[in-house]
């Protein structure tokens, strides 16, 4: 799979991703933050699957209804768990991913909500 990686997110994330073989693109490696609108847009565009602890990607979801790929949303985890916790995600949720949902982590629980009307469908 392929991930951007927004710069909110460790990089034990982007450690453990490339570990497993994943193609990830880490926003810090490539200079200053563009802003979410931007990073959703590439994510879009090169077929990422965005991972973010930043919930204004919601907003661009659900209020301006922007186009979307899948977006795991990391909340409330040490630095050193994100990595462990969304190689498991993404180990259980595969069709989820691959349905461009938008999926929630946090230490209790893991929501998962169906792509909606933005959502890049395949």
Not at 11 to 23: A, C, K, P, Q, Y
Not at 55 to 72: E, R
Request: hydrophobic share 40%.
């Amino acid at each position: 799979m392929k991930f951007l990686v927004d710069s909110c997110i460790s990089r034990f994330v982007v450690t453990t991703l490339r570990s497993l073989g994943h193609d990830v693109f880490w926003v810090p490696e490539e200079g200053s933050d563009p802003g979410d609108e931007a990073i959703l847009q590439k994510a879009v565009a090169e077929e990422y699957v965005l991972v973010t602890a930043d919930k204004d990607f919601g907003d661009l979801v659900f209020i301006y209804d922007k186009p979307h790929p899948c977006i795991i949303r990391l909340v409330d985890l040490s630095p050193h768990a994100q990595g462990m916790i969304l190689a498991d995600v993404i180990s259980r949720h595969g069709e989820e991913i691959a349905a461009h949902s938008l999926i929630t982590v946090s230490k209790r629980k893991i929501r998962i909500r169906p792509s909606g009307r933005g959502s890049l469908m395949p």
